[in-house]
């Protein structure tokens, strides 16, 4: 059974930057998609970036131009680059794994697995 351990969320002023890393226990990480999901208080979970076995990407269209998500094979993680943070970001974040194909309408009943979530909280 893997295991997914994000780290890196807090507590940020509208417009700085966070860095949440994910990584992965267990064999063959660079076969695998990963991606991120975020849940808000009393809203679903939803889609938020991913990252292909290939390095191909996909973004929920409202963090286009403000995240980068990363992944570095080696050492068997994924990174989720969020700059000029808004409110509207704040939500707790959740690494995903899947072993297949994923694009920018990977919805959650599609993950294999998931990591534990942490928390980012901008304020305004």
């Known amino acids: 059974q893997v295991q997914l351990v994000e780290s890196g969320g807090g507590l940020v002023q509208a417009g700085g930057s966070l860095r949440l890393s994910c990584a992965a226990s267990g064999r063959s990480f660079s076969a695998y998609a990963m991606g991120w999901f975020r849940q808000a208080p009393g809203k679903e979970r939803e889609f938020v970036a991913a990252?292909?076995?290939?390095?191909?990407?996909y973004y929920k269209d409202s963090v286009k131009g403000r995240f980068t998500i990363s992944r570095d094979n080696a050492k068997n993680t994924v990174f989720l680059q969020m700059n000029s943070l808004k409110p509207e970001d704040t939500a707790v974040y959740y690494c995903?794994?899947?072993?297949?194909?994923?694009?920018?309408?990977?919805?959650?009943?599609?993950?294999?697995?998931w990591g534990q979530g942490t928390q980012v909280t901008v304020s305004s």
């Open positions: 995903a794994r899947r072993a297949g194909w994923v694009g920018s309408d990977w919805a959650p009943s599609q993950v294999g697995s």
């Open positions: 990252i292909r076995w290939n390095f191909i990407t």
